[in-house]
């Protein structure tokens, strides 16, 4: 309504604030009716896919506009693979890991870069993860 309404009667900076708005209801919309969905389903094993990680990460930034722009943060990625998994899932952990990230950054302006490396057998049996932070990769 407020988009109808007010849209080019006030200045640029509140059209886009009302965009933002509009597109942040819209896609509280769509995770509250998967959300809905799945508790319907009973089983989360039904909503696993192969999908491309690219398409989750596109939708977590998308959901942080608002974040990234007020913060300034510069999001890059190298090329993501193929999955087999839940896309609501990973798009929850991208939108998890990115917000965390721009939330506890300290003063500088976030730069967050998101990469995907396959882990070795043998890590994957000592249960071994690895992300990379400035400064270098770190294992837990």
Not at 85 to 108: C, E, H, M, P, W
Not at 130 to 135: D, E, I, K, S
Request: aromatic fraction near 8%.
């Amino acid at each position: 309504m407020l988009e109808k309404r007010y849209k080019g009667k006030l200045d640029e900076k509140a059209d886009k604030y009302i965009h933002f708005a509009v597109d942040g209801a819209q896609r509280m919309q769509t995770m509250i009716s998967r959300i809905l969905e799945l508790s319907r389903i009973g089983r989360h094993d039904s909503d696993i896919s192969k999908f491309d990680a690219e398409d989750a990460l596109s939708a977590a930034i998308g959901n942080l506009t608002i974040a990234i722009d007020e913060s300034h943060a510069q999001i890059t990625h190298d090329p993501l693979p193929q999955i087999c998994g839940s896309i609501n899932r990973i798009t929850q952990l991208f939108q998890n890991l990115v917000d965390n990230a721009i939330k506890y950054r300290g003063d500088a302006v976030p730069e967050i870069h998101i990469t995907a490396a396959p882990i070795t057998e043998g890590a994957a049996e000592g249960n071994t993860f690895f992300f990379t932070l400035p400064g270098g990769d770190r294992s837990f």
